[in-house]
């Protein structure tokens, strides 16, 4: 065991011999053993043994030389403070002197020295001199500081911070550590621990460089020994090197076999397969057990030094793979709609929905046609939710969105470094985080020659190459395409491939636009209007649904926005009617057609609201040639006017005389 002497003048000050004594043993426990030493208690000529020893003080050091053979063993003892002593000094705000009272001059400037380098700037630390104050020199100050020399302090003294015996420093710790080579994880981490501990200015940069080391050293152990992949690292001779926990298990490696090749432990033919050049995935059967193995060469300049092995089981892979899944799920890689979000009512859709889940049952690809704004990628998501593959990832990519070459390093993934820009490890494509599930390609009818060659071969082979790689990879997708374009138009134009469309039209699916199914449009609004639903008039309802929709859902889903918001449809909806009422040239038989419109069972329309319907078909009129019309339609029999809410309602002659003038 190692010996180390502490070296004082005298037995004086007991206690904090004692106090330094337990500081050491507490951090270097039973590795080290501690002996104090009394200069005043040596001969002239006495040598004192030891391999390392501690001073207090550097005047100690010529003293102490004249006991010892290697002044190179000597190490002054740096001295720091408790943080759990110093916390009242930070609730000190305002500027103020503080006088420090220690029971020696040295030992005070010391502990001002350690006092001034915690940033405390508002406060001034004043080290007290006995020999200063005999009138009483430092009087104007009240509070002071004091580690444990109570008995020195001055009787002007209002406020007495006591931080206690100064702890030994972290900087002495690690420089024992240093000399004495100890390597220990106990006394690495009871050093850890001291310099959370303590305040200590000016350590050492030595004393952050040991433990920035040892912290780096361990945590790359722990890495590498707790992997689940087995180690191997070998010089250029595949002479064993490195290996770690995971590694042992698989080729069973015992100590005595650090220094043997490979060949020693392994079958020949797994040996020399794994001895060809670089490979970063080989499948092989060891012990039973399939592994896939990644070897990478350790270069130093342009020089092979040695070679590192990576051994993964099949089952980590696997698990890899389900947690992978879980990740892109996270990532919105997944279907959130299915067939009962869909809202229909009309024929059309149910015989549309109807084969989309026939289709969802098989494996086949799937081609989705239909205006913009139908819901295309709905329906893909529904069929995806339908099917075998729900549990597994659904990537969809608008196609038209992106540059061809940026397309094509999305879908396919590339390696790392395979162009200008490429991340350093490369990138997964859509296909691969696709596997086992959907991948929706939204507006196939943009892509371009080049794209649509590529995509026919995954199609046929079910396989696909990342760019800058020369590796097939295997893939497990079901696609399903879409577009608002009629791909057979497209073929006959030779913008896109025959070969590549008979491909896609498996199953084709054509969403029927809304103007074909006027049946769903008011189930859609109710939807979306809510409550505010049975706000609309007759006369609304009949313009929606006299409304082409050439935007289909989305232009549906707007409208309806709008009327939440602004208490009408947009004036394109309304001009799209009144087209068709400016054919008749009577102005009273206009204002009895917007009173026809505008008449539900208890209600009917105000003045105010029939001007403003009269300009939005460009006829400006004022309130009392409106009165003059209204008047001579109700002497007509045609309308009823009442006060209030009831408004200006149209009667049963008035329907018959517009009907009889449609």
């Not at 989305?554 to 009327?563: D, F, G, W």
């Amino acid at each position: 065991m190692k010996k180390i002497k502490i070296v004082y003048y005298s037995r004086n000050d007991w206690i904090i011999i004692d106090h330094i004594k337990k500081n050491l043993e507490d951090v270097f426990e039973n590795s080290v053993q501690f002996q104090n030493v009394f200069l005043e208690e040596l001969g002239e000529n006495e040598k004192i043994d030891g391999d390392l020893f501690l001073v207090l003080y550097d005047d100690y050091i010529y003293s102490v030389s004249k006991h010892i053979n290697n002044l190179n063993n000597i190490v002054t003892i740096t001295r720091g403070i408790n943080r759990k002593h110093i916390t009242e000094l930070k609730t000190i705000k305002t500027p103020t002197d503080i006088l420090i009272v220690n029971d020696d001059d040295l030992s005070t400037l010391q502990t001002t020295y350690t006092l001034q380098g915690l940033g405390l700037n508002h406060i001034t630390f004043i080290p007290y001199n006995k020999a200063l104050d005999k009138n009483n020199y430092y009087s104007n100050i009240k509070i002071a500081i004091t580690p444990n020399a109570v008995s020195s302090m001055p009787d002007y003294i209002e406020k007495v911070i006591n931080i206690g015996y100064r702890e030994v420093g972290y900087d002495t710790l690690t420089k024992i550590m240093q000399k004495l080579r100890i390597d220990s994880d106990l006394v690495y981490v009871n050093i850890l621990k001291r310099m959370n501990d303590i305040v200590e200015p000016n350590s050492d940069t030595r004393t952050n460089d040991l433990i920035n080391s040892y912290l780096k050293g361990e945590m790359l152990n722990k890495v590498i020994s707790n992997n689940n992949e087995g180690v191997l690292l070998t010089d250029n001779n595949y002479n064993l090197v490195y290996s770690n926990e995971r590694a042992n298990m698989i080729f069973n490696i015992k100590d005595s076999n650090l220094t043997n090749n490979l060949s020693d432990f392994m079958d020949k033919s797994i040996y020399h397969n794994i001895c060809d050049s670089d490979f970063k995935n080989k499948y092989m059967k060891i012990n039973e057990e399939m592994y896939t193995i990644k070897k990478t060469s350790v270069k130093i300049m342009d020089m092979i030094i040695g070679y590192s092995f990576f051994f993964g089981h099949e089952k980590s892979i696997r698990d890899l793979e389900i947690n992978l899944k879980s990740l892109f799920i996270e990532k919105g890689q997944f279907a959130k709609y299915s067939f009962k979000d869909i809202l229909y009512s009309s024929k059309a859709m149910d015989n549309c929905i109807s084969l989309a889940k026939k289709a969802s049952l098989t494996n086949h690809t799937i081609l989705i046609q239909g205006e913009t704004g139908t819901g295309k990628e709905l329906i893909a998501q529904s069929i995806h939710n339908y099917s075998y593959r729900k549990k597994a990832p659904f990537v969809a990519i608008n196609c038209a969105a992106l540059p061809e070459t940026l397309l094509v390093s999305e879908l396919f993934g590339y390696e790392g470094g395979s162009f200008t820009g490429a991340k350093k490890d490369g990138k997964l494509g859509l296909f691969e985080q696709a596997n086992t599930g959907t991948i929706f390609l939204d507006e196939i009818g943009d892509i371009s020659q080049n794209l649509q060659r590529q995509l026919l071969r995954v199609i046929q082979e079910r396989q696909i190459m990342r760019i800058g790689s020369d590796r097939l990879i295997d893939i497990d997708v079901r696609i399903i395409v879409a577009t608002n374009k009629i791909l057979l138009d497209e073929v006959h134009k030779n913008n896109f491939r025959s070969d590549l469309y008979y491909r896609l039209n498996v199953i084709p699916i054509n969403i029927p636009p809304l103007k074909e199914r006027k049946k769903d449009i008011l189930l859609i609004l109710e939807n979306k209007l809510g409550q505010k639903f049975s706000h609309l008039t007759n006369r609304e309802k009949n313009l929606i649904l006299s409304y082409d929709w050439p935007g289909n859902i989305r232009e549906l889903e707007s409208a309806a926005n709008y009327y939440k918001t602004l208490g009408a449809f947009p004036d394109y909806i309304n001009m799209t009617k009144h087209k068709i009422l400016n054919d008749s040239s009577k102005l009273d038989q206009q204002v009895l057609k917007i009173i026809n419109e505008n008449t539900d069972l208890y209600s009917g329309i105000g003045r105010a609201n029939i001007i403003k319907e009269l300009k939005i078909i460009g006829i400006n009129i004022g309130d009392t040639k409106l009165r003059d019309i209204l008047l001579n339609l109700k002497n007509e029999n045609l309308i009823e006017i009442n006060q209030g809410r009831a408004g200006n309602r149209i009667l049963q002659n008035g329907i018959e005389y517009l009907n009889n003038r449609a």
